[in-house]
């Protein structure tokens, strides 16, 4: 699960939920109100299947600038983050099931400023419509969207969201294969996929997490003894591939197969790689 502040100082928890621990909620949790007052609500996140269960979730909040305008601000963008006050911060939402992966574009929506008192006490019926408005403030849910899915042939083992606001998120697959999605960028309507590993290692091709959710899942979901974990370095271009055999660090700077854009940073013995695998 993970979490991020809301508007208001209110806290926007992402989990599982659902049978099976198959669906992916959003959770507001309220910081200006008791519990009994005002209880914690929750909204079921787009994913692009609900039948598996979710092995892990990635919230990570973006720059305000990037989703233009939401519902409170009419979707023209001409409203600023000084007029108003975000609902919730614009943020990526990945979500990792055991044959797939999902990309939410979740929160950016606004409402507007509270209103200047006026001298003197205000009347009862003032005081009962600002309160009214308060309600539903707090009960409305945060815009959400699918924005990319796939169900790659070689199960998905790990995924990383950029922390350095980049609009990107890693996808490591079971046989060792590093892929980056990039919102930032569009092909066709569709965020731009790419393989930062060469095609020798297991679900290497860039066909292997091709947009979409339909298809019959990974061919390895059952094998205990692959896994693979990603990560982004201290520098925004550079990310950290992990396997049972090797940990190395890619240059996304570098043209696919334009000369040296990887390096091994640690190797196992195959000694390790047994008491790895049976991790």
Same mark, same amino acid.
């Given at each position: 699960? /993970?979490?991020?502040?809301?508007? !208001?100082?209110?806290? $926007?928890?992402?989990?599982?939920? /659902?049978?099976?621990?198959?669906?992916? %909620? +959003?959770?507001? +949790?309220?910081?200006?109100?008791?519990?009994?007052?005002?209880?914690?609500?929750?909204? @079921?996140? =787009?994913t692009?299947?609900?039948?598996?269960?979710?092995?892990?979730?990635?919230?990570?909040?973006?720059?305000?600038?990037?989703?233009?305008?939401? @519902?409170?601000?009419? /979707?023209? &963008?001409?409203?600023?983050?000084?007029?108003?006050? %975000?609902? $919730?911060s614009?943020?990526?939402?990945?979500?990792?099931?055991?044959?797939?992966?999902?990309?939410? @574009?979740?929160? &950016?929506?606004?409402?507007? =400023?509270?209103?200047?008192?006026?001298?003197?006490?205000?009347?009862?019926?003032?005081?009962?419509?600002?309160?009214?408005?308060?309600?539903?403030?707090?009960?409305?849910?945060? =815009?959400?969207?699918?924005?990319?899915?796939?169900? =790659?042939?070689?199960? *998905?083992?790990?995924?990383?969201l950029?922390?350095?606001? $980049? #609009?990107?998120?890693?996808?490591?697959? @079971? &046989? !060792?294969? #590093?892929?980056?999605?990039?919102?930032?960028? #569009?092909d066709?309507?569709? *965020?731009?996929?790419?393989?930062?590993?060469?095609?020798?290692?297991?679900?290497?091709?860039?066909? &292997?997490?091709?947009?979409?959710?339909?298809?019959?899942?990974?061919?390895?979901?059952?094998?205990?003894?692959?896994?693979?974990?990603?990560? %982004?370095?201290?520098?925004?271009?550079?990310?950290? #591939?992990?396997?049972?055999?090797?940990?190395?660090?890619?240059?996304?700077?570098?043209? *696919? !197969? !334009?000369?040296?854009?990887?390096?091994?940073?640690?190797?196992?013995?195959?000694?390790?790689?047994?008491?790895?695998?049976s991790?």
């Amino acid at each position: 699960s /993970g979490g991020i502040s809301g508007g !208001g100082g209110d806290l $926007m928890l992402a989990h599982t939920g /659902g049978e099976g621990a198959s669906e992916v %909620y +959003i959770t507001k +949790i309220s910081s200006s109100s008791s519990p009994s007052s005002s209880p914690a609500l929750s909204w @079921r996140m =787009p994913t692009r299947c609900l039948t598996q269960p979710v092995m892990q979730i990635e919230l990570m909040e973006m720059p305000a600038g990037w989703l233009g305008g939401g @519902r409170g601000s009419g /979707g023209g &963008g001409s409203h600023t983050a000084k007029q108003h006050q %975000y609902m $919730m911060s614009p943020s990526l939402l990945a979500a990792r099931d055991a044959r797939g992966v999902s990309l939410i @574009r979740v929160g &950016g929506d606004v409402f507007p =400023p509270p209103k200047t008192k006026t001298a003197g006490r205000p009347e009862q019926g003032q005081q009962q419509q600002q309160q009214q408005q308060e309600e539903q403030e707090h009960e409305q849910p945060p =815009p959400a969207a699918l924005l990319w899915s796939a169900a =790659p042939r070689s199960a *998905p083992s790990h995924v990383a969201l950029s922390p350095h606001g $980049m #609009l990107e998120m890693l996808v490591a697959l @079971r &046989g !060792g294969a #590093l892929h980056v999605v990039d919102v930032g960028r #569009l092909d066709g309507g569709d *965020p731009h996929v790419r393989c930062l590993t060469s095609p020798d290692r297991g679900g290497g091709d860039e066909g &292997g997490v091709a947009g979409g959710g339909g298809g019959a899942g990974a061919d390895d979901a059952s094998r205990g003894d692959d896994w693979a974990g990603c990560a %982004y370095g201290a520098h925004p271009r550079t990310v950290l #591939l992990a396997t049972p055999r090797e940990v190395s660090m890619v240059d996304m700077r570098a043209a *696919p !197969g !334009g000369g040296q854009s990887s390096r091994v940073l640690a190797r196992s013995s195959s000694s390790q790689q047994q008491q790895l695998g049976s991790l």
